[in-house]
């Protein structure tokens, strides 16, 4: 559990800065329930986590979405 909340962390970092990031950690997240990414790390549910992670980065204009190819799953 450690790990994976490091290595989200270290995503984070470069986007919002250090603080930021362990901070948004231990805050709770409408995209997770309203429970913190700990917490929902806890619960085992890492690709929740990484998926709310990722709208920080879109937020800052960092990452892309993938296009939409109208395949579905």
Do not use: C
């Not at 917490?39 to 879109?58: G, M, N, Y």
């Amino acid at each position: 559990m450690a790990m994976q909340a490091y290595q989200i962390i270290k995503q984070l970092e470069p986007l919002v800065g250090n603080v930021k990031a362990q901070a948004w950690m231990l805050r709770g997240n409408e995209l997770l329930g309203g429970i913190t990414p700990v917490t929902a790390i806890k619960e085992q549910r890492l690709p929740d986590v990484q998926r709310a992670a990722r709208v920080v980065a879109i937020d800052r204009g960092r990452f892309n979405e993938p296009a939409d190819t109208g395949a579905r799953r």
